[in-house]
């Protein structure tokens, strides 16, 4: 989903940065509130790193017959909040862009906004929303995951249909033209990767459901819910 | 089981769907999603627009990895860190789980 170094033109870089920044410190807070007032927890805010670490690494070829990658943000929105989740994505998006010259540092700020920040926004919105109508879990999980991997690449056709309306046609052909080269793409990658954190949430609460319950993903009675029905 | 028969299910569903990819386009490289949608700027744009970063001090501070080798090299690097911490905290877990 990175845009190159240097393809958004003024203002548009800049204005990304504008939006991403006040957000990446106010994740900042809340990682060191957490970190401070949880300590144990510090281990799956490990885990949830390392899951968007792993998955933005996996370059998969898609139907499209071009190649895309997972984003894994949807597991730190679920369990830290989209504010944590812009942090943990802005460290890989740093990675990549210092040393593997993957998306850049002047674009960096849009990168953020897709995939750290707007992203998970859905993931959240789609997990509160799932959980409050009572279905199931991990039908939950996988929606929220697979939407937040899929948004991310509208958002970056967005960002570009925006820094690069059509002559004929404006920012609605633009739009057309990018959406048909990221978000077809990403719709294989998108459901694999919610399939995969669905999966991945299983093994959380087989191990270490307590803390699911402690920072209020779940309650008591769902997870007694979900270990009735998994048992 | 259940949750792994499902997410096998999927599983070999993405790996079918790439092999209709291949097939329906057969002169395709699989290249970055990112690369086509450069294409995407360059037909919106005549071709007129260039990164305005090329020469400025925004690529001094970057690395820029020699070649495809390296590249997968860092990539590889990068999967196997975040699959270090997992399969670690994972275990941890699970261990602690056991011994209480």
Known sequence: MHIFEGFLPSPWWQLWFVFSIPIIFFGIYRLNKLVSEKRELLPLLAVAGAFIFVL????????????????????????????????????????????????????????????GIIGPVVAYAIYKAGMKANINFYVVVFLAATFADWFTYVVTSLQLALAFPAEVGGFAASLKAFMLVFATTQVPLAIMEGALTALIFKYVIQVKSDALVELNVITESVLNKIRGTSQ | MKGEAIFA?????????????????????????DGQAEDVIAEITDGQYEEWTADSWVNSVKFEPPGGETESLLFALQAAIGAIVLGYFFGYYKGKQQSE
């Open chain 1, 56 to 115: 933005s690494s996996l370059k998969m070829p898609s139907v499209t017959g071009s190649s895309s990658h997972p984003t894994g943000t949807g597991m730190a929105a679920i369990l830290f909040g989209p504010a944590i989740a812009a942090v943990l994505s802005t460290i890989v998006l740093l990675y990549q862009s210092i040393f593997l010259a993957h998306g850049g540092l002047t674009t960096l700020g849009a990168n953020v906004a897709s995939m």
């Open chain 2, 9 to 33: 299910v999927i599983a070999i569903l993405f790996i079918a769907s790439f092999f209709y990819g291949m097939a329906a386009n057969p002169d395709s490289e699989f290249g970055g999603a």
